[in-house]
């Protein structure tokens, strides 16, 4: 990219930082610090939103035409997960598009998605694979050394909605609770219908708390990360990165980007395809030993593959190589 500060305007379909997708966008303001940022969603924003982009302008926007981006002045324009009926062709600045999900990407100088899986999915208007990076999630007040004790505390963590939290789960749980015993039950963003539920199958042992940015502070407060949904598939699944970074050990379904976050490591996270690959994965972890070994790799693996510096590096390749690009076809 040319010398000079440049001015990024990305652009999301979701305006919520604890969401997947704008919790990148934030993602991506810390990994180029040395850009001036914009920020533009749809809808208002929440107090918590907007105090994590506080240095970026914020501009309410859906819709992405010509006027907009010179209004915005950048140089850049990076959309998450923005569908082609938004979005104006023949933008006045780089434009990418950084796909989080199956939506039909519009056109754009260049194409990424977040994972192998999804890039699968979209075929030839995937692009490159972008892996995303995850900040090391904030660590609570008092939050010290991770026990080893005999006890063991599951948790999950997702976006409240209730596609992420299928009733499914309740018998499952049950089942888990009392083969378990021992084991401490938490959830953070359960919708409030499934409180009691989940609560009862738990025979009591859980703790519920409310979805948040710094709700992710949770995972240095577990041992592991349990997430199972029998028929969604996530494309990537943030917050098994996020609970890497924090030590806390993913047990999570063999599907979609989880995999390529787990697989070929040895001794980090687990993967798991039924119920009883989850139990056994619990049963395992209960002992301290392999819990401790287990706990130490997959922080090792998220450093290094999820860092900022890491993520700094292929944004500014991705940008570099695009425009480059639109150079040489424009000669």
Same mark, same amino acid.
């Given at each position: 990219m040319p010398g000079g500060r440049l001015t990024l305007l990305q652009v &999301?379909?979701? &305006?919520?930082?604890? &969401?997947g997708t704008g919790a990148?966008?934030?993602?991506?303001t810390r990994a180029l610090p040395d850009f001036a940022h914009v920020v533009a969603f749809p809808g208002?924003? @929440?107090?918590?939103?907007?105090? +994590?982009?506080? &240095?970026c302008r914020w501009v309410p926007r859906r819709r992405v035409d010509a006027e907009f981006v010179s209004e915005c002045g950048a140089d850049v324009?990076?959309?998450?997960n923005v569908s082609r009926d938004l979005v104006d062709k023949g933008l006045p600045a780089l434009t990418l598009a950084y796909t989080h999900s199956r939506v039909t990407p519009p056109l754009a100088d260049g194409a990424a998605c977040c994972s192998r899986w999804l890039a699968d999915q979209c075929g030839s208007a995937a692009g490159r694979v972008l892996t995303q990076a995850v900040p090391v999630p904030p660590r609570p007040a008092g939050c010290g050394t991770r026990s080893l004790g005999d006890g063991l505390t599951v948790g999950r963590i997702c976006t409240p909605r209730k596609a992420k939290w299928p009733d499914e789960i309740v018998p499952l749980?049950?089942?888990? +609770?009392e083969r378990f015993p021992a084991v401490r039950w938490a959830f953070v963003g359960c919708p409030g219908g499934l409180v009691e539920p989940l609560r009862e199958a738990c025979g009591g042992r859980a703790e519920f708390v409310a979805a948040s940015h710094a709700a992710r502070g949770e995972l240095w407060k577990w041992d592991v990360l349990l997430y199972h949904h029998p028929t969604l598939t996530e494309s990537f699944g943030r917050t098994c990165a996020e609970a890497m970074r924090a030590g806390c050990i993913p047990v999570v379904d063999a599907r979609g980007g989880f995999v390529e976050q787990i697989d070929g490591r040895p001794g980090g996270g687990i993967l798991a395809s039924d119920a009883g690959d989850f139990a056994a994965a619990i049963d395992a972890l209960l002992d301290p030993g392999e819990r401790l070994r287990r706990s130490r790799r997959?922080?090792?693996?998220?450093?290094?593959?999820? @860092?900022?510096?890491r993520f700094r590096r292929d944004l500014l390749a991705w940008f570099g190589e695009t425009l480059a690009a639109v150079r040489a076809q424009a000669a």
């Open positions: &999301g379909n979701v &305006g919520d930082v604890t &969401g990148c966008v934030r993602t991506v208002r924003p @929440s107090d918590e939103t907007r105090a +994590a982009f506080a &240095g324009v990076l959309l998450h749980y049950s089942e888990w +609770a997959v922080r090792a693996i998220g450093d290094e593959r999820f @860092s900022i510096s």
